[in-house]
């Protein structure tokens, strides 16, 4: 029998989503709420009351979950998060205790990466990368046509790899990876000590560059080519067919991500190479919700 549908979670540092999604993607309802910085325990809570908003009349076969950190997604335990409150917790048996259905957890990135693969930009790719661009930078591969998960289930933490030795520092504890330069929390401090206003946010630098304003214009730039030594980076490690870029930052387009592409053309390994297409998904901000639905959706099929 073909499941129909299912609640998905898209847990970040900043917000927290959840919608009520169909069989063919298609998001029914959602709802969006800030995300809780004190404790994991309000942050389950506060994915509880959402699901209940979402779902009110139980009609969802399972739940599925993404969530910015490294994530056991066998045991449902979140091991670690550098931007969230969350070291080794067991995110998924109070919602699965709640709701009584199949409950299964992910981290961001990999669950976006799923969601394009199942119903986005990567249908008929077996071998790609992706990049969440937004509070910070998560990272994703397929390869060969499955989700790579290292031996640790800890892969692909591509925010987290040097760039720029000596460069800012990131909330993990290093400085010069990729997140602490090209995420959205680098462009809002960037932003801030060029224009001197500690009220300047990344979304402003953004409208602002709509608006045909130079500082902000290069701003974007300077942080798009950072993020393109990024790019350039995985692409001489993977040789990937596709490089997709998601989350909010990535709703910029081109004015941040053609200097990105650019870099990174320009620092690829042997220039004579296929041209490594690098683009914004199709599922656009909607990709992590998607993509837990297609997490439950493959799992639910499996189990």
Do not use: W
């Not at 997140?179 to 500690?198: F, Y």
């Not at 630098?205 to 942080?223: C, F, H, M, R, T």
């Not at 350039?232 to 053609?258: K, R």
Request: with cysteine.
């Amino acid at each position: 029998m073909k499941i129909g549908k299912v609640i998905a979670g898209d847990i970040g540092a900043s917000k927290i989503r959840v919608g009520l999604v169909n069989n063919q993607g298609e998001v029914l309802k959602r709802v969006e709420e800030k995300t809780p910085q004190t404790t994991g325990q309000a942050i389950v809570e506060k994915v509880i009351e959402l699901i209940k908003r979402v779902d009110s009349a139980s009609k969802a076969e399972a739940i599925g979950l993404g969530i910015a950190g490294l994530v056991d997604c066998h045991r449902g335990i979140v091991e670690h998060s550098p931007n969230l409150p969350l070291s080794n917790f067991d995110f998924v048996k109070p919602i699965q205790n709640c709701f009584r259905i199949n409950t299964f957890i992910d981290n961001d990135a990999n669950v976006s990466a799923i969601g394009e693969k199942v119903f986005g930009s990567a249908k008929k790719v077996d071998n790609f990368i992706l990049l969440t661009l937004g509070t910070g930078i998560g990272g994703a591969a397929f390869i060969n046509g499955q989700i790579y998960r290292g031996s640790h289930g800890f892969a692909s933490e591509f925010g987290h790899m040097t760039v720029l030795i000596n460069g800012p520092y990131c909330t993990c504890g290093n400085d010069g990876d990729l997140e602490a330069v090209a995420s959205g929390t680098a462009l809002t401090s960037m932003a801030r000590q060029v224009m001197g206003s500690d009220k300047i946010t990344a979304p402003m630098v953004s409208q602002n560059a709509k608006q045909g304003d130079e500082i902000a214009i290069n701003l974007l730039a300077e942080l798009g080519e950072l993020l393109g030594v990024g790019i350039a980076n995985l692409i001489n490690i993977f040789d990937p067919e596709l490089v997709i870029l998601n989350g909010g930052l990535s709703a910029i387009g081109d004015m941040l991500i053609e200097p990105a592409r650019n870099k990174a053309y320009n620092r690829v390994l042997f220039k004579n190479r296929p041209l490594v297409p690098i683009i914004k998904g199709a599922l656009a901000e909607d990709a992590g919700i998607i993509g837990a639905a297609a997490l439950a959706l493959e799992n639910v099929h499996t189990t």
